[in-house]
Structure formats: C-alpha cells, structure tokens
C-alpha cells in the first residue's frame, strides 16, 4: 500500500520560495506506472492542481503557476519536491502530495498547511 508525507516549514515569508518534499513508500517514483503530484487548497476554496512529474522524470505544470513552479524528484530516496517562487498570501494553503493520473489522483498524502507571512 502506497503512503505519502508531505514535510516542509509551515510558515514562508513572502517573495521567498515555498520548498516541500514528498517521501513515498510502497511504490517507486522512478517505475510506478502512476504520475506524482502537487496539489493544493487555499482556504475557502477548491483544490488546484499544481503539476506533477512522470516516472521518466517529465514535469508537468498548470499553466497559471508554471513560471513560479518547480517540481524535482531524487529517486535514490524516493521522494519528489516542489519549490513555488515569489510566494504572495495568496499561496497561503494546504498542500499536498498524490499519486496517480494528472486528472485522477488516488492516494493523497495527509496534506500540510504552509502560510505565507511575514
């Protein structure tokens, strides 16, 4: 069974880079037939979906957040991150990591909450 845990500081200044990390047991990033995404939830609103990465390591990312977005894996520890630059207030929200299709994910991680103050 596959599990997935978000890490990373709770609270980021604005204008700084928003860094998080997945770490995934029970399936490998590098050969799981399933993409690996970044999904979020501002408060009071609906889930966005930030990008993903593939098992060949090709990225995705939604169009809205692609300048500001980057997700990376590291396959020897079988995690992936994501990095979100210039982060505003707005980005203020739960974030979390999934496996599965880009339009479908299946296993969420339990989510983690990152504010943007100052």
């Known amino acids: 069974q596959v599990q997935l845990q978000e890490s990373g500081p709770g609270l980021v200044k604005p204008s700084q880079v928003l860094s998080l990390t997945c770490s995934v047991s029970g399936d490998s990033i590098a050969t799981s037939y399933y993409a690996w995404n970044w999904i979020r939830q501002p408060p009071g609103k609906g889930l966005e979906w930030m990008g993903a990465?593939?098992?060949?390591?090709?990225?995705y990312y939604s169009p809205s957040l692609n300048r500001r977005t980057t997700i990376s894996r590291d396959t020897s520890k079988n995690h992936f991150s994501l990095q979100l630059s210039s982060v505003t207030p707005e980005d203020t929200a739960v974030y979390y990591c999934?496996?599965?299709?880009?339009?479908?994910?299946?296993?969420w991680g339990q989510g983690t909450q990152v504010t943007v103050s100052s």
């Open positions: 999934a496996r599965g299709t880009m339009t479908t994910p299946t296993s």
């Open positions: 990465i593939a098992s060949d390591g090709h990225t």
